[in-house]
């Protein structure tokens, strides 16, 4: 044989190599997977970083399932992740990282499919508690994409550029795609996963920006991701609805760290006790109260 195919097949070697552990982000319901363009390569330093295609607009899968008269909903695209599992990652137990309605997602998988998860990461999860602010049906009903981009971030001058805008602008001109997020909406607003917080066990990290506009209640989503059995959570200052990209390098480390047990502490400009001190003491004021 020769020596080099010999040394393809050495089994001291294949032994000694371990693929790192499948780590799996899923987008929002105004986002794809393009989204994590920030966290992808950060990410593969230390896991083996997969982003299914479950929710594509424009997809043939989806619009076949929608003229055959199904829904859109949070069950049908976990069931979707979980057929994505199954299929082509089929290395038991996963790491999920879930944005905004990817958050409902992958708890929705969680509590169905308990045995497939090994930690979560909710970034920015929407359907907790409260209603939400959704900018991207007003960009369908008044071709306002400036202002559905912009809603998402803090820094609007910095994220919500011209390009970006003109990205969107040029999807909603695309009569399968606009057919697509319609359908999803339909399905998905309004949903709630409250009811699954207290029967998933597993780790949880839960990320969320200050200055959300989307999440109508982040202090009430807060409160109620409390419930989870074993959650942690983090709020960062100066940021919208998408951390992941707003406070990229940040989110990286926090995401890193914890499903590789290193976040020993939350630092306190990330402890929400802080957050909610920053948020009660000028309403405090302003009525009398607390003023030594």
């Not at 994590?36 to 390569?41: K, P």
């Not at 045995?115 to 960009?139: C, F, Q, R, T």
């Not at 981009?149 to 999807?171: D, N």
């Not at 982040?218 to 989870?228: H, L, N, P, Q, Y």
């Amino acid at each position: 044989m020769n020596p080099k195919v010999r040394q393809l097949f050495d089994l001291k070697r294949l032994t000694a190599y371990r693929r790192p552990s499948p780590l799996i982000l899923i987008n929002g319901l105004a986002e794809q997977s393009e989204s994590w363009f920030a966290n992808r390569r950060q990410l593969a330093r230390h896991f083996d970083v997969k982003v299914p295609e479950i929710l594509v607009y424009d997809g043939d899968s989806l619009h076949r399932h929608i003229d055959a008269g199904g829904e859109v909903t949070v069950d049908y695209l976990a069931d979707r992740l979980a057929t994505y599992l199954d299929e082509f990652v089929q290395r038991p137990p996963y790491h999920l990282v879930g944005s905004s309605l990817g958050g409902q997602v992958v708890l929705t998988l969680a509590a169905k499919h308990p045995e497939l998860v090994s930690k979560l990461v909710l970034i920015a999860p929407s359907g907790l508690h409260g209603d939400e602010n959704l900018p991207v049906m007003e960009g369908v009903r008044r071709s306002d994409y400036d202002s559905l981009v912009g809603s998402v971030f803090h820094s609007r001058s910095k994220f919500a550029t011209e390009s970006l805008v003109a990205v969107i602008e040029q999807k909603f001109q695309n009569r399968k795609w606009k057919k697509g997020i319609l359908r999803t909406l339909r399905g998905t607003v309004g949903h709630s996963v409250a009811e699954l917080l207290d029967q998933v066990p597993h780790p949880t990290l839960l990320i969320w920006g200050s200055e959300d506009r989307v999440i109508s209640d982040v202090s009430g989503s807060i409160k109620a991701a409390e419930r989870m059995v074993q959650g942690r959570q983090v709020v960062l200052p100066k940021c919208g609805h998408a951390p992941q990209i707003e406070k990229s390098r940040l989110v990286n480390t926090l995401i890193t760290r914890f499903l590789r047990d290193k976040l020993k502490n939350i630092p306190p400009t990330l402890d929400p006790d802080g957050f909610f001190n920053k948020e009660i003491r000028p309403a405090l004021l302003k009525v009398g109260i607390g003023r030594g």
